[in-house]
C-alpha cells in the first residue's frame, strides 16, 4: 500500500468532471470549464507544436489538487486530509495504469502531506485543440527555467543563460514590456488554467499544491520544446530550508525539494517514456553567494529591480505604488541576501523598510499601524532564518543527518557527503545572518526577536 494513498471511508470526495458528467453521490463538483478554467489562448502558447490531449489532462489534474488544497480546511489537530478525486480525462486507460496512479499519488501524497486516491472517468467533451501558433525556438533547446519576477529567477537565469539555451516558462505576471507582445510570440507565457472556488472561498493558506502545478507546467513545457533539464532556480535556503526549519504540526515543505522533484520525474517518465530531469545548479549556495555571482554578470541595479514579497498590493500599496513588505520570511532572506552581495536597494523598496525597535514605527510616518497578521509575518520571517542559522548545531544534527540522507537518496549522491554540503550551506547562511543583524541597530525588532547568537 502506498503511504499517501487515500484508503479511508473519510475520504472528501471531489469530482472533476465535464458539466454535462453528474458528480457521485455527496462528492464535490469541481466542473472542468467552470472551477477549472483552461485559458485556450494561454494553452496555445504550450502546444504550438501540436495538440497533445493528455499533457493538458495533467494541467485539469493539477488544478483539481489545487482546488482540494484551497477548499477544504486542514483539521485542528494533525495535518493530512483525505481526497478521493475522480478526474474526467481523454484516455483513461493510460491514467489508470499502476504506475502513472502510482506515480501520481506519491507525488501528490509527499508534496501536501495528504492522502490521494485518484480514478479516472471519459471526458464526455473533449477539449478544443488551441489553433497552432509556429513559434520560433530555435535548433536548440536545453533547458526551461520558470521564470517570474522574482530575484531568484533572474539571478539564476542570467548565471546559467552563459551555459546553456533557455527557455522561459512564466510562472508569475509578465512585466510590461512582455504585455505588448501578442501570444503568438511568446512561448510559455503563462500558467495556463486558474481555480475558482465555489463562491470564491479558500479555506485552506498553507497552499503546497502550487509545488505541483509549477512542476507539472515546467514539465510540460520541457517535453513540448524537447528539453532535457528543468532548472531550479532556488538557491539552498529555499529548497531546502522549509523541510528544516518546521513549526508547530506542520508538515515539511517540499515544493522545490529534491524529493518531490524525483517523484515529479518519475510521473512523467511513467506517462511518456522519459522526462526532463530537475536541475539545482544553486542547490549548496546561498541566495547571497547567488546573487552576488549574478550581480558580477548583470549588475546589482538590474536584480534589484525584482521582486520577492509574498504580500498583495491591498497589504502592502502605499502612495500608489506596490511595495514589498520588508518583514516577511521571503522578504528577510532578500534582505540579508542583497546586503551579504553588497548591493544596495532603494528607500521606498520595502513598506517597514527601518530596522527600529518596534515594526510600528519602521514605516512611514503616516502608516496606519500593522496588523497582527503582519506583525505574525514579522516574527515568523526572523525565526525562520534564525532558526536555519542554529541548525548546525549539535543538537540539530541527528535532523540534519535525517534530512540529508532524504536529498542524498534522491539526487543519488553520497550520503556523507551530502550531510558535508548541508553543513556547508547552513553555516554559510549563519555567517551571512550574523553579518546582516550586526548591521542593524543592536535594539532593532530583528534583534529583539531572534535568538541565535552574534
Request: with cysteine.
Amino acid at each position: 500500500m502506498k503511504i499517501y494513498a487515500a484508503t479511508d471511508g473519510n475520504a472528501r470526495l471531489v469530482d472533476a468532471v465535464d458539466v454535462a458528467q453528474p458528480p457521485r453521490p455527496g462528492a464535490i463538483s469541481a466542473v472542468i470549464g467552470q472551477h477549472l478554467k483552461l485559458s485556450t489562448q494561454d494553452l496555445a502558447t504550450y502546444f504550438f507544436a501540436g495538440w497533445k490531449p493528455d499533457l493538458a489532462d495533467l494541467l485539469v489534474i493539477a488544478a483539481a489538487i489545487e482546488f482540494c488544497d484551497f477548499l477544504v480546511r486542514r483539521p485542528s489537530w494533525g495535518w493530512a486530509r483525505s481526497f478521493d478525486v475522480r478526474v474526467a480525462v481523454h484516455s483513461p486507460e493510460l491514467w489508470e495504469r499502476p504506475d502513472v496512479v502510482d506515480a501520481l499519488e506519491d507525488a501528490a501524497g509527499h508534496l501536501t502531506g495528504d492522502l490521494w486516491r485518484f480514478s479516472f472517468v471519459k471526458r464526455l467533451m473533449p477539449l478544443t485543440a488551441p489553433k497552432e501558433r509556429m513559434l520560433d525556438l530555435g535548433d536548440r533547446v536545453d533547458a526551461v527555467i520558470p521564470y517570474s519576477n522574482g530575484l531568484d529567477s533572474r539571478a539564476v537565469a542570467a548565471l546559467t543563460a552563459t551555459e546553456s539555451k533557455l527557455v522561459r516558462v512564466r510562472l508569475g505576471s509578465a512585466p510590461e514590456e512582455e504585455r505588448r507582445y501578442s501570444a503568438s510570440r511568446i512561448p510559455f507565457k503563462a500558467v495556463p488554467f486558474k481555480v475558482k472556488l465555489p463562491r470564491g472561498r479558500r479555506n485552506e493558506s498553507s497552499a503546497r499544491s502550487r509545488g505541483f502545478k509549477f512542476a507539472a507546467v515546467t514539465s510540460i513545457a520541457a517535453h513540448l520544446a524537447g528539453a532535457k533539464q528543468i532548472i531550479v532556480t532556488e538557491s539552498g535556503q529555499g529548497a531546502l530550508g522549509p523541510t528544516l526549519a518546521v513549526t508547530g504540526q506542520s508538515y515539511p515543505d517540499y515544493r522545490v525539494h529534491p524529493t518531490f522533484m524525483v517523484r515529479m520525474e518519475r510521473l512523467v517518465a511513467a506517462l511518456y517514456g522519459e522526462a526532463a530531469t530537475f536541475h539545482f545548479p544553486r542547490l549548496w549556495s546561498t541566495k547571497g553567494q547567488t546573487v552576488l555571482a549574478a550581480s558580477l554578470l548583470v549588475g546589482g541595479a538590474h536584480l534589484a529591480d525584482t521582486r520577492s514579497c509574498w504580500q498583495q498590493a491591498r497589504q502592502v500599496g502605499y502612495k500608489e505604488k506596490w511595495r514589498q513588505c520588508g518583514v516577511c520570511a521571503a522578504c528577510m532572506l532578500r534582505r540579508m541576501s542583497m546586503h551579504a552581495a553588497s548591493i544596495p536597494e532603494d528607500a521606498d523598496t520595502y513598506l517597514y523598510a527601518d530596522a527600529a525597535s518596534d515594526l510600528a514605527t519602521s514605516g512611514p510616518n503616516d502608516l496606519p499601524p500593522p496588523s497582527s497578521a503582519m506583525r505574525a509575518y514579522a516574527i515568523a520571517g526572523v525565526l525562520h532564518l534564525d532558526h536555519l542559522a542554529e541548525m548546525t548545531l549539535a543538537l540539530h544534527r541527528p535532523t540534519l543527518r535525517r534530512a540529508a540522507m532524504q536529498t542524498a537518496e534522491a539526487m543519488g549522491m553520497d550520503r556523507d557527503a551530502v550531510v558535508d554540503r548541508y553543513h556547508e550551506v547552513l553555516s554559510q547562511h549563519a555567517e551571512e545572518w550574523r553579518a546582516y543583524r550586526r548591521s542593524l541597530p543592536i535594539d532593532s525588532f530583528v534583534n529583539a526577536i531572534a535568538q541565535a547568537p552574534l
